[in-house]
């Protein structure tokens, strides 16, 4: 378990704000949550962005398996 720097400061109502709205941004989103998240910012950003590009790589993963089940099950009924 990591031990937060209390000397370190936290991110402001604000800047958690401008965060927000980034990721609202298609493609930049994507981006930003490599920057924040492989970048070498310390911040609570880092574990935020990295958890998030993990939820993606799940909804692309289940995403891809239910196109391929829609799909097989379509090309079954048009033979």
């Known amino acids: 378990m990591e031990v937060y720097d ?4 936290r991110l402001t109502v604000g ?18 949550l490599f920057v ?3 970048g070498g910012n310390k911040d ?3 574990n ?3 958890a998030a590009l993990i939820w993606m790589l ?3 993963i ?6 391929g089940c829609i ?6 009924n048009m033979i």
């Open 58 to 60: 799940i909804g692309i």
């Open 15 to 32: 800047q958690w704000v401008i965060t927000l709205l980034i990721l609202a941004i298609p493609i930049l989103n994507i981006i930003m």
């Open 71 to 76: 799909g097989c099950a379509a090309l079954g």
């Open 62 to 67: 289940l995403s891809g398996a239910f196109v």
């Open 44 to 46: 609570e950003r880092e």
């Open 48 to 50: 935020f962005s990295k």
């Open 36 to 38: 924040w998240g492989f």
């Open 6 to 9: 209390n000397n370190r400061e």
